[in-house]
């Protein structure tokens, strides 16, 4: 690719060359980073954070497609919280035809799965908490007719979004076990700010991008320069199926970014983990992530690699370990119910997974909404 | 090299028009240049597999557009571009429905398949486990639509930087502005903005996406579609850079 320039280029030809090489000297001087870790490991959010201090920031190009991003997150979870009270509660789905054979599709295979993982540990009483009051009917209907694709928030949309989130107790009680059907955290910040989302001239900002949650599939790539050194940082999917195309990415890595959800000790798991939960009663994507983790060492290309430990999520951590305590995936723990002995326990139990001493391993918390510039 | 290096070329140093709201992933799938243009980028974004399941299901659904069970859920997700050639699974087993539900299954759904999509878990145990025999046509006609919504919403992320492509941007000018509600026509078409040859583009395209629907082997998927990618950054650059320059991985 490196032709030699010559006089008889004209500038055009030279200004591209000159361009190609800069970008050549660039690709040896850039660290190449690989954001790895589990589905819902905070990536994603991780790069997006990057992008907003150390890049150009987002656009409003960008800007529009975050919107409908979080519309279509505040769609989808107020609708999976219906659907889920109404399965549970085995409450019929209101504008469901009266026709006696129920049509496999509107049976969303997932969702009952997901409600049976719930119902186990609950008694008749706990799962009346869950039947949502007749007045809210037309709410249930319009949201759940609506499709997740087109998910402009409308005014109506809005109201009655507003009315169940706010006044419906069944929602409430559903939402508090989140954990179980994959709502993510972040719904509820939404969910309180619908009016300010909703409004017509409403654009993202920082926070807004950052919280938003979604799943990214495939790879992006972005250079960041931080003070004299050229970062290229690649974001990936984290779901099982998207670990296979890991290894189109694993060339010439200066440095693994593993991220870790510490909340997700008490999720229930994306993927199958059954295989994986040997001496736990429950399942959850700490032992996903673990297992990643585990893989990830182990690759021969990464023998010499440096990682560096994202622990992600720890000001949600703080709450969650007042109601849960992290015997849930590590059953050995014997400490106290606390955040810092159980965080430390479990950034012990992750480094003690490397089994190549001379490795260069780093740990690093940090919160699902900070400006993390001082973290580093 | 490394197989992204060609996404440096078409990324757009953003000319900011506040006004404009842009195409959604509805717009842009529903023309066959959209499409073709947004398969493409998937490849190089190594999230192909989606859209290959996309097109394969929506094919596979069409057949059964009498039935009631279809016609109960038109939602915009399922009206993409019908100018794409019918696929394999469908062309080698007419009329075999369950055999075609067969084909999908096996292609999309195991872990060990190359072109495995991102669905949870527990969806994929329930398409794993269902014998496609015991359902009615009814039934079958609508068996991956759960699959294909999940799947056609996770597309949302790669569509976000999709929209900061050239490619995007020339699908842009080229779609006539319309008032909400409308959506352009399926024969949207899209013309280079190179001002000597002005080829059709979309025709080139289509012909490319036919080739990877027809190649069974993932790698010469990957391939034909990296060069459907490829040919539309070589068009769209080939003003301002000579030939000869970044265009080296057109194969």
Same mark, same amino acid.
């Given at each position: 690719m490196g032709g030699c320039m010559s006089d008889s280029q004209d500038t055009t030809d030279r200004n591209v060359e000159r361009e190609i090489e800069k970008d050549k000297k660039q690709d040896t001087r850039a660290h190449k980073l690989l954001l790895l870790g589990?589905?819902?490991?905070g990536k994603s959010t991780f790069f997006k954070q990057l992008k907003a201090i150390h890049g150009e920031g987002h656009n409003d190009r960008e800007k529009e497609g975050f919107k409908r991003q979080i519309h279509g997150q505040v769609v989808e979870s107020i609708q999976l919280l219906i659907r889920q009270c109404k399965t549970v509660t085995k409450d019929p789905l209101p504008?469901?035809?009266?026709?006696?054979?129920?049509?496999?599709?509107?049976?969303?295979l997932d969702d009952a799965r997901l409600s049976n993982s719930l119902k186990v540990e609950m008694t008749e009483t706990e799962i009346a908490q869950f039947k949502i009051a007749k007045e809210f009917d037309q709410s249930c209907q319009y949201l759940l007719e609506i499709h997740g694709s087109r998910s402009a928030l409308t005014e109506q949309l809005v109201t009655h979004v507003k009315s169940l989130w706010n006044e419906c107790p069944a929602i409430q009680a559903m939402f508090e076990h989140r954990n179980k059907i994959g709502i993510p955290d972040s719904s509820a910040f939404f969910f309180n700010d619908i009016e300010r989302i909703g409004r017509s001239d409403y654009t993202p900002d920082h926070k807004d991008i950052v919280l938003a949650r979604y799943r990214t599939t495939g790879m992006t790539e972005k250079e960041f320069h931080i003070k004299d050194a050229v970062f290229k940082v690649l974001d990936v999917g984290g779901q099982r199926n998207e670990r296979k195309k890991w290894i189109h990415f694993f060339?010439? !890595? @200066?440095?693994v970014l593993f991220v870790v959800s510490l909340?997700?000790?008490?999720e229930v798991p994306f993927e199958d983990v059954t295989d994986l939960?040997?001496? !736990? @009663?429950l399942m959850n994507s700490m032992l996903e992530s673990i297992k990643v983790f585990e893989d990830t060492l182990d690759f021969e290309c990464f023998q010499k690699t440096g990682f560096i430990l994202f622990f992600n999520k720890a000001d949600l951590m703080q709450e969650k370990i007042k109601r849960v305590p992290i015997t849930n995936a590590f059953p050995n723990y014997k400490g106290p119910q606390e955040f810092k002995p159980s965080v430390d326990y479990i950034s012990k139990y992750f480094l003690s997974l490397?089994?190549?001493?001379?490795r260069e391993m780093l740990l690093r918390f940090f919160f699902e909404y900070v400006l993390f510039v001082n973290y580093w | 090299m490394s197989g992204s290096h060609g996404d440096s070329v078409v990324n757009l140093v953003h000319t900011e028009n506040t006004e404009e709201k842009g195409l959604s992933l509805i717009d842009v799938v529903r023309s066959d240049a959209g499409l073709s243009l947004f398969a493409a980028y998937l490849v190089r974004e190594y999230a192909h597999e989606s859209i290959l399941f996309i097109l394969e299901v929506f094919q596979f659904r069409k057949q059964?557009?009498?039935?009631q069970t279809v016609r109960d859920d038109d939602s915009?997700?399922?009206?993409?571009?019908?100018?794409?050639p019918k696929c394999r699974t469908l062309t080698e087993n007419p009329d075999d429905f369950y055999k075609q539900a067969e084909v999908i299954r096996n292609r999309f759904?195991?872990?060990?398949?190359?072109?495995?999509?991102?669905?949870s878990s527990s969806m994929r145990k329930d398409l794993e486990n269902?014998?496609?025999?015991?359902?009615e046509v009814e039934q079958l006609a609508i068996v991956f639509d759960d699959a294909y919504k999940r799947i056609f919403s996770l597309l949302r992320d790669p569509f976000l930087r999709f929209r900061e492509t050239y490619e995007y941007q020339a699908l842009l000018k080229e779609t006539k502005p319309t008032s909400s509600g409308t959506h352009p026509s399926h024969n949207t078409s899209l013309s280079v903005p190179?001002?000597?040859?002005?080829?059709?583009l979309s025709e080139d395209i289509n012909v490319n996406l036919f080739q990877f629907i027809q190649a069974q082997n993932d790698d010469k998927i990957h391939n034909a579609l990296k060069s459907v990618g490829d040919c539309f950054v070589n068009c769209c650059t080939s003003r301002q850079q000579p030939a000869k320059s970044r265009t080296s991985t057109f194969t």
């Open positions: 589990a589905g819902g490991s504008g469901i035809k009266d026709e006696d054979d129920e049509p496999f599709g509107n049976d969303d060339d010439g !890595v @200066t440095a909340t997700c000790y008490d939960a040997a001496d !736990v @009663t490397n089994r190549v001493p001379e | 059964f557009k009498h039935l915009p997700e399922f009206q993409i571009s019908d100018y794409v759904i195991p872990y060990s398949s190359n072109l495995c999509i991102n669905i269902l014998n496609f025999h015991d359902l190179s001002p000597d040859s002005k080829p059709r």
